[in-house]
């Protein structure tokens, strides 16, 4: 991996598109979360938010609802982890993709 001369003083990263390319291919289970167990969604304001603090690939945009940025979403989990509310499940990508097919296998 190569070095950035980003004019950073301390050691640290900035967010750019992935080196390793999307690495959501790479996933197994996705993040998918529900709105209505989400306390930023119930109190109608960028409330809470640790998906977006703790996801370590930037794949969480602020909001109300947070989005997940599937592309380079890793499926690593910790969103779902960190979130206090239980408001984001971890789905195999194989389910994702009968329910995106309607169901259809
Ligand atoms: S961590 Fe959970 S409750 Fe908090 S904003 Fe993210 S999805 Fe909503
Ligand atoms: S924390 Fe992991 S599973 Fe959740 S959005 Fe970020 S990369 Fe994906």
Redesign the pocket.
């Known amino acids: 991996m190569g070095t950035r001369d980003c004019q950073h003083q301390i050691a640290m990263s900035s967010p750019a598109a992935g080196e390793a390319g999307a690495t959501g291919d790479w996933r197994t289970e996705r993040?998918v979360l529900d709105p209505a167990l989400c306390l930023a969604q119930k109190q109608e304001k960028e409330a809470c938010q640790l998906?977006w603090v703790?996801?370590?690939?930037l794949?969480?945009a602020r909001g109300v609802p947070p989005a997940?940025l599937l592309t380079?979403?890793?499926?690593?989990?910790?969103?779902?982890e960190v979130c206090p509310t239980d408001a984001?499940a971890?789905v195999p990508e194989r389910e994702s993709a009968a329910a995106a097919a309607g169901g259809a296998r």
């Open positions: 993040p998906c703790y996801c370590p690939d794949c969480i997940v380079y979403c890793k499926g690593c989990g910790i969103c779902a984001i971890m």
